[in-house]
């Protein structure tokens, strides 16, 4: 697979979560859409470094350290990298009871949409 490919692969997967994300929301299954906009997130910073350093994208869910080994962290905006510090604790976290409770309290609808909105809004590179 050559770089445009591998890129591409990477951009597939995070639409595809995109869209799950979507349909999370609709069902109001709250704290899933957390967790796969993280996981979209992660997929589109896997695509720029890709894109970036032509190399394999390190296997890490953390989204900061994934910036800034894919060389892209400083060129993000304020706001894109409070955004992932907003989502870094849903991948993880989410996975664990006495972690799910606390986050299903912060994580109502206008919450999720406003996650999702910024899940879209996120550059593709």
Known sequence: MNTDEKVKYWIDLSDYDRTTAEA???MKRFL????????????LLKALFVHVTQAQPPRTHNLTRLAR????????SDHQKDFLDLLEP???EARY?????KLLKTL?????TEILFKTRSYPHG
Do not use: A, F, W
């Not at 899933?32 to 997929?43: D, F, L, R």
């Not at 080994?69 to 993000?76: A, N």
């Not at 109502?108 to 999720?112: A, F, N």
């Open 24 to 26: 999370m929301l609709e």
């Open 108 to 112: 109502d609808e206008p919450r999720c």
């Open 69 to 76: 080994k894919g060389k892209i962290y400083d060129d993000l």
């Open 90 to 92: 849903l991948n993880i």
């Open 32 to 43: 899933y859409v957390g967790i796969i906009c993280h996981q979209s997130i992660e997929k």
């Open 97 to 101: 009871p006495t972690h799910k409770e």
